[in-house]
């Protein structure tokens, strides 16, 4: 099926954005008229959105995103033209990203030096038809005062200000607030911002682990999708017919369309037809303008030339368990203070890296001789094979290893997993992750379908067959949590009351400052364990993280300031890294944001 018929349903003629019969053709007819930006006010709600989205993809075209890559982020970053990133793979064998928007990699838009001058030319017509525009200064007028919220970090700043005198160029401010990395997450995810950085890294190596997040009740949905004022906005349609679904809806809100839509996916067991409707998700997604990719994610890291054993995924984390350096000690920094390290509540990939040493889980990612990465089993005997049902569900029954143990000591048994799943799948935890557990059998209903038939044997039954079930059995979400140790909630924050089931336990805590990790002798796979001590450093700063690695204080560091890049590639060579890493980095409007003139 051609990209360009499975879009016919949000596309109108002559460049205008249908929604639910409603055309962004904005007041006035592009011309540098004064009163045009006036005929924006007084809109009806639904109106009204359909010229937000349309102004929202008019500013994501004004930005130069090669220059972001080359003199900004300079990590060989590739510019991004979709939301999902490159190097995921359709059935066919080609990317999914080949096949987005226009097809033929060109995306959403297009983002070749050659495209700017066009780009920013349709931009500055589609702004005219709702703002002043002051043709002498060559600026608008009357565009709404905007913040953009970035965390700490001296390379989102340095992108953020590129965006800023970009805006100015034209005539909108905006300005900058940046938060620590904790309070920053909490403020986006309860939509108290304008515009802010964002960037997204898959939990598994499918699309839809970059577009379920977008459903209303997701915990991730930090654009508001679905939430405030947007939650009764009825200007959306679905047709899933084609599909040989009987969905069909017109002029429907948030959830009875892109929410029916993904929940439509997950239960679908036909690649085929599932990548096409994922395609028509990223198509909804990208037309409401609110989220503007600017490049697809590398990781960039210097590491001492001693350390050996060390790889990251290509989720992003960080593996330091089968690195060997010195006397079996190595202080690394790869952010600042965790959010949260339990694993039902964690939703950033730094508190992700270290849940993996401090947990295990029924699988683990390891990276094999030839350097591609595979999924292997952690905590049970073997990865089996799903058993499909009469009813097109599917049951899996694995077999933890003999001998387990938490890191206090007691058992671990399979009763820990159905009883981690259950609350991390909870409306009670409201964990941001909880939707991941939507594809097991009994989710909507409060009642999953996990199951410890005897302390060794624990039994999934899932909605149908899930091409990535196996990733997810490696990630975090899915780790086993004891009950009675949960039950106190601040069981997290403390290396006395935290109690883990993976290779290290938490030995000790300086808040904001170092997290311990030390080897656990009675853990099962010890023998195959080579790095005694991992020492996480807390800094967000990356002149200290610099500083502190070229001492030789610090054996690892993420990221390098901007304006140190280009000499710390020449002077460390044999230790400067870029790693793939399965992301978009991103720019994401709070859909609940008004920048219509008043």
């Known amino acids: ?25 904005g007041g006035g007819s592009g011309s540098s008229d004064s009163g045009a930006g006036a005929a924006a006010s007084g809109m009806a709600p639904e109106e009204a959105e359909a010229a937000k989205m349309e102004i929202r993809k008019a500013i994501r075209l004004l930005f130069d995103r090669q220059y972001i890559v080359d003199e900004i982020a300079q990590a060989n970053q590739i510019p991004a033209s979709t939301f999902v990133c490159q190097g995921v793979g359709e059935p066919d ?11 033929e990699g060109k995306g959403y838009y297009d983002v070749a030096q050659d495209a700017l001058e066009s780009n920013y030319a349709e931009a500055l017509e589609i702004l005219k038809k709702y703002y002043d525009y002051d043709e002498t200064n060559e600026v608008f007028t009357n565009f709404p005062t905007m913040t953009y919220l970035y965390n700490t970090d001296e390379g989102h ?11 100015a160029a034209i005539g909108i401010t905006m300005n900058m607030e940046n938060q620590e990395w904790a309070t920053f997450l909490n403020t986006r995810k309860a939509g108290d911002y304008s515009i802010a950085r964002n960037g997204w890294i898959m939990d598994y190596t499918d699309p839809i682990s970059m577009l379920d997040m977008w459903t209303s009740g997701s915990g991730n949905n930090d654009v508001q999708f679905g939430k405030g004022d947007h939650e009764s906005l009825a200007i959306y349609d679905l047709d899933l017919t084609k599909w040989g679904y009987e969905t069909k809806v017109e002029k429907g809100t948030w959830a009875e369309t892109f929410d029916v839509l993904i929940d439509t996916i997950n239960k679908e067991s036909d690649q085929e037809k599932r990548f096409e409707m994922m395609h028509l998700a990223e198509d909804i997604l990208m037309d409401t303008g609110c989220l503007c990719p600017l490049y697809y994610y590398t990781m960039v ?20 368990k089968h690195a060997t350096y010195g006397d079996g000690s190595i202080n690394v920094c790869i952010a600042s203070e965790p959010d949260t390290i339990d694993p039902a509540l964690n939703s950033a990939v ?81 964990a941001d992750y909880g939707e991941m557990y939507s594809v097991v059998k009994g989710y909507e209903d409060g009642d999953l379908a996990v199951k410890a038939i005897d302390d060794k044997t624990l039994e999934v039954t899932t909605t149908n067959l899930i091409a990535y079930w196996n990733e997810l059995m490696a990630f975090p979400v899915f780790f086993p949590t004891r009950e009675d140790v949960v039950s106190n909630e601040s069981w997290a924050t403390d290396p006395k009351t935290y109690v883990c089931s993976g290779a290290y336990s938490l030995d000790g805590w300086k808040h904001n400052s170092l997290i311990t990790l030390k ?70 409007w709070n859909v609940n944001e008004n920048i219509l003139p008043a």
């Open 519 to 588: 080897k656990r002798a009675d853990y099962w796979d010890a023998d195959n364990i080579s790095m005694d001590t991992i020492n996480f450093y807390l800094s967000d700063d990356q002149n200290t993280t610099l500083t502190n690695f070229e001492k030789g204080d610090w054996q690892f560091i993420e990221g390098i300031p901007t304006n140190e890049m280009a000499r710390v590639k020449s002077e460390y060579t044999d230790e400067f890294h870029v790693d793939p890493y399965a992301g978009t980095y991103y720019v994401c």
């Open 93 to 103: 064998g080609s990317d999914f990203m080949e096949n987005a928007g226009r097809g």
């Open 301 to 320: 890291y210097l590491r001492n030339k001693d350390v050996q054993g060390h790889f990251s995924t290509p989720l992003g984390f960080n593996i330091f």
């Open 157 to 167: 700043k340095a992108i953020g200000e590129y965006l800023q005198s970009t805006l």
């Open 1 to 25: 099926m051609s990209n360009v018929t499975r879009r016919n349903f949000l596309r109108g003629i002559g460049g205008m954005v249908v929604i639910g019969g409603l055309s962004a053709c």
């Open 350 to 430: 730094d508190g992700a890296t270290m849940l993996t040493h401090l947990f295990s889980g029924i699988a683990k990612w390891e990276k094999q001789e030839d350097g591609t990465f595979a999924i292997e089993p952690d905590l049970v005997e073997e990865m089996v094979e799903g058993v499909q049902n009469d009813d097109g569900t599917v049951t899996y029954t694995y077999t933890l290893r003999d001998g387990l143990t938490w890191s206090d000591g007691k058992p671990l048994t399979a009763g820990d997993f159905e009883f981690a799943w259950k609350r991390a799948a909870s409306d009670e935890l409201g």
